[in-house]
């Protein structure tokens, strides 16, 4: 069974520039996570899908962030303009589905921003 | 909001020895999962060992267990055996429904 494929593996930016994250998760998961994970600390959620909808993105700063599930399988999650601060690193994951099963995680994406 | 903590930044065992992690949470829900993740230096998340809440017996997958008290909110992985294959980082996490919240992690280094 293939896993939550995530791309690219690594990203350098300027502060101020975009860049977009790409998540293919496990055939058949419904839930989708974007998870930042600064250095040191936990993973931090950022917005969950089931399917092609929005559950949670309390978190999401949406005025720089934006993440979109077409057709409820790949997601994409956007940062513009970026800030030194957003330097981290970005976990995908999925599950079945919301009552409690497991997530599979994804190898992330480190961004630097410089 | 459900929150976990994980008070011990770092932990060092010696390899064949044992090793406890420890994981307190909040929450006022009384069904609800917790998991301790393994992240290597590859980033990749590995699920260690899950507990549902409503079971008492507590979870064991070959050398890693727990010790979930309930009314106590604590959930402590113990890891046996420590190969050098264990060093990692570790969470411990909380889930309920989709939401999934993690704590801020602690550091394992085995000696051989």
């Known amino acids: 069974e293939a896993g939550v494929a995530q791309s690219p593996r690594y990203k350098i930016i300027e502060k101020r520039q975009s860049v977009a994250f790409w998540c293919n998760p496990i055939?058949?998961?419904?839930?989708l996570y974007w998870y930042q994970q600064i250095l040191g600390q936990g993973p931090k959620l950022l917005i969950q899908?089931?399917?092609?909808?929005?559950?949670?993105d309390s978190q999401l700063p949406k005025d720089r962030f934006s993440a979109e599930r077409l057709k409820g399988v790949d997601s994409t999650l956007k940062i513009q303009p970026a800030k030194l601060e957003d330097s981290a690193v970005y976990l995908c994951a999925s599950s079945l589905g919301q009552m409690n099963t497991e997530a599979f995680f994804g190898q992330g994406t480190r961004l630097t921003v410089v | 909001a459900q929150t976990v903590t994980q008070s011990q930044p770092e932990m060092s065992v010696q390899e064949a020895e044992t090793v406890t992690l420890s994981c307190t949470y909040d929450?006022?829900?009384?069904?609800?999962?917790l998991f301790w993740y393994k992240q290597p230096p590859s980033r990749q998340m590995i699920l260690v060992i899950r507990q549902e809440a409503y079971k008492q017996q507590n979870a064991t997958e070959n050398r890693f267990s727990v010790n979930f008290q309930k009314a106590a909110k604590s959930f402590s992985l113990k890891i046996s055996d420590s190969q050098l294959g264990d060093a990692a980082m570790y969470f411990c996490?909380?889930?309920?429904?989709?939401?999934?919240?993690f704590g801020a992690g602690t550091r394992l280094t085995v000696k051989p």
């Open positions: 996490a909380y889930r309920r429904g989709g939401d999934m919240r």
């Open positions: 055939s058949g998961h419904a839930t």
């Open positions: 929450t006022s829900e009384s069904d609800y999962y």
């Open positions: 899908f089931q399917n092609n909808g929005v559950v949670d």
